[in-house]
């Protein structure tokens, strides 16, 4: 069942939209454990950064978050330039993200969901300038191929697979695997 219209409004970026229930070293440390523990890893940073531009828009006091935003900022860039990962802060990420491996990452999405994983050379993003603020809802448990370009005001069931290279440009249905070029259900996901 596709999710209702709210989440497919864009997010202004007023406010802290990590997920809520946890703390934002919690957070950190999940991230750091869903990335294997290595320190090293661009997607754990890249993640990183995303939750610590959201966590300081929950500081009131302008004067006071104004250097966390250039901190973020700065960051948010050097991760772009080093890793290759595009993932701006108004972003709704859910919890255990994996970003595997690195580069070519450009991941604007309206919403990704829980325990999601997404290989290198992936882009979410529109699908025609006509429409700017049309961007999919990646769902949870969904695991998508190196390559794959996801576009358009559309969602990607909880559970789905996208191949690697598929070019998805309308619903996925929960538990499918899709490919190809557009991308089609080729197969079903085991529960």
């Not at 090293?40 to 250097?67: D, E, I, K, T």
């Amino acid at each position: 069942m596709r999710p209702d219209a709210s989440v497919f409004r864009p997010n202004p970026g007023l406010a802290n939209m990590n997920p809520p229930g946890i703390g934002f070293w919690a957070l950190v440390a999940e991230d750091f454990r869903t990335h294997d523990g290595d320190w090293l890893s661009q997607g754990f940073w890249a993640v990183f950064w995303h939750r610590f531009g959201n966590w300081r828009m929950g500081v009131r006091v302008r004067l006071v978050r104004l250097p966390l935003s250039v901190i973020y900022r700065a960051m948010a860039k050097l991760c772009e330039w080093m890793g290759g990962i595009f993932l701006p802060y108004t972003v709704r990420l859910g919890r255990r993200v994996k970003l595997e491996h690195f580069g070519g990452m450009i991941l604007v999405a309206q919403a990704i969901g829980d325990d999601v994983i997404i290989r290198q050379n992936t882009t979410f993003g529109i699908a025609r300038l006509s429409d700017l603020e049309a961007r999919p809802v990646i769902g949870d448990r969904v695991e998508i191929g190196a390559g794959a370009v996801i576009v358009g005001g559309i969602w990607v069931g909880d559970g789905a697979v996208v191949g690697a290279n598929a070019v998805v440009v309308r619903d996925v249905a929960p538990g499918s695997v899709v490919g190809g070029v557009p991308a089609r259900v080729i197969g079903g996901r085991d529960a």
